[in-house]
């Protein structure tokens, strides 16, 4: 029988009969610290050498022999508190519901998100030890006390929701404290960030697609819309939608019906609808880049969530939670602590990508500080800012074209670098905003999900 307790040094544990998946999983986990034990089928796991729990199990459903739905439920019989995270290439609603009844974490589609999948290994950890599933629920601010008291009161109804605030802010944990609380918290809660996909793509992940709809489309995909039947579809930087998927969305609010790309049979959409964006739609509407009518649909229960600047004092509750969450995770036990000044220093911190930032720093700080004390010289912005006093950008003699024509506007004889140009601006305006991409998008002039590709291409995600 596989132990019911453990330490958070326990490994986490990958089960999939593709060799590829397993190595790309297992070195994401890793680069954040954990530990890692790989399985290429349900029986191999069951007889692992080690008998305490994983931290978490990311379980493929379809495995040789024992299918990963199966070890599901040997582990319920065995009572095993394993949080699990199920991935699939072809999972279909029945399969998704049965799976999350029966207490799994989340129900994945391959190829998977990265920030999906560590969400959900996250919550799955908090979960299995109690916490709460992130540090956004943490605060005792005024600000704060209100937005979770319009989650509880909304929760409850099937109404649309509308999460607005700053990137970082905790929309989607609020999210998924209204489903928690809602008649559908039986069933799934699926998310989909509208900003990280194009516009083609993102009409295939929300509708699904029929077998031949599309090049490259040789079997019928069920989307997130029918994945989230029976329970919640959360819809992140719904502001980046595009005008073509948002007139198809807003049949889907109106009529509660769509159809898969290719396919002409009507499927019920069965869901209760939260959006969240950090734009104005408002203004966005006033461009004619957002529509009005979805506009109206979306903001029937509108809650807004206060940057971490206006509530600080939620910054060291956070802090607290943070080392006690990330402590065991990323260097194997809690940390000593944080000194006076560093806490001087959390509380002075401006704070510009909020409690996603907070985050983040604490656990930079906990890798740097091995274990012993935080002082200020581990947090990230002390050693940025120490580092960029040491640089002192030099000349290049020998490089091949300078980045941009002088200010005359004739350009040299050896032409200009437009890669480099645009890789100094957009490194510029993520380096002025505190890698937010969303101001940084703005600073220049671009959609999110534009600067996603731009970012990606020249290899700065």
């Not at 991935?87 to 129900?107: C, E, K, N, W």
């Not at 928690?180 to 960030?193: D, K, Y």
């Not at 408002?282 to 979306?298: H, K, S």
């Not at 969530?305 to 969450?325: A, G, K, M, S, T």
Request: glycine residues 10%.
């Amino acid at each position: 029988m596989i132990a019911k307790s453990g330490d958070m040094r326990r490994p986490a544990c990958i089960v999939d009969d593709d060799a590829s998946v397993r190595e790309a999983v297992g070195g994401l986990l890793r680069s954040v610290g954990m530990t890692v034990e790989t399985f290429g089928s349900a029986r191999e796991f069951l007889a692992r050498a080690r008998r305490d729990a994983p931290s978490c199990l990311v379980l493929d459903v379809e495995l040789p022999g024992l299918s990963g739905l199966d070890l599901q439920q040997e582990l319920v019989k065995e009572n095993a508190r394993v949080p699990i995270i199920f991935l699939t290439g072809h999972g279909d609603i029945p399969m998704s519901v049965r799976a999350i009844q029966a207490g799994a974490v989340d129900f994945l589609t391959k190829p998977v998100d990265v920030d999906q999948l560590l969400g959900a290994i996250e919550r799955g950890i908090a979960q299995d030890y109690g916490a709460v599933p992130s540090g956004g629920v943490i605060g005792t601010s005024q600000s704060w006390r209100g937005v979770l008291a319009q989650a509880a009161k909304v929760a409850l109804a099937e109404t649309t929701v509308l999460l607005t605030g700053e990137s970082g802010t905790g929309k989607e944990v609020v999210a998924h404290l209204i489903h928690r609380g809602s008649r559908r918290a039986e069933g799934p809660f699926v998310a989909l960030n509208c900003a990280a996909l194009p516009e083609a793509l993102l009409e295939s992940e929300l509708f699904g697609y029929e077998k031949g709809a599309f090049t490259g489309a040789v079997s019928a995909r069920a989307g997130r819309l029918e994945q989230a039947g029976g329970g919640t579809l959360f819809l992140d930087e719904v502001g980046e939608m595009s005008p073509a998927v948002q007139a198809k969305f807003l049949r889907v609010l109106q009529e509660r019906e769509f159809q898969r790309l290719g396919g002409t049979r009507m499927l019920k959409a069965d869901v209760r609808v939260i959006a969240a964006t950090n734009r104005d739609l408002q203004v966005a509407m006033t461009r004619g880049a957002f529509r009005e009518d979805l506009y109206y649909r979306l903001h029937v229960f509108a809650i807004h969530l206060p940057p971490l600047r206006e509530r600080p004092e939620d910054i060291l509750p956070l802090l607290e939670h943070f080392l006690n969450q990330l402590g065991p995770v990323v260097i194997g036990r809690p940390a000593a602590g944080v000194s006076a000044e560093a806490r001087e220093q959390f509380l002075a911190h401006a704070w510009p990508g909020n409690v996603r930032e907070l985050r983040n720093a604490v656990e930079r700080a906990l890798i740097l500080c091995e274990g012993g004390l935080i002082n200020p010289e581990h947090l990230p912005w002390r050693l940025e800012a120490s580092q960029s006093a040491r640089l002192i950008p030099l000349p290049d003699p020998a490089a091949p074209a300078p980045l941009a024509p002088p200010a005359g506007g004739e350009f040299p004889a050896q032409g200009v670098d437009l890669e480099a140009i645009e890789r100094t601006l957009i490194e510029g305006a993520l380096n002025q905003t505190g890698r937010n991409k969303s101001r940084a998008a703005r600073l220049l002039g671009l959609s999110r999900s534009k600067l996603y590709t731009r970012m990606e291409r020249f290899g700065l995600a």
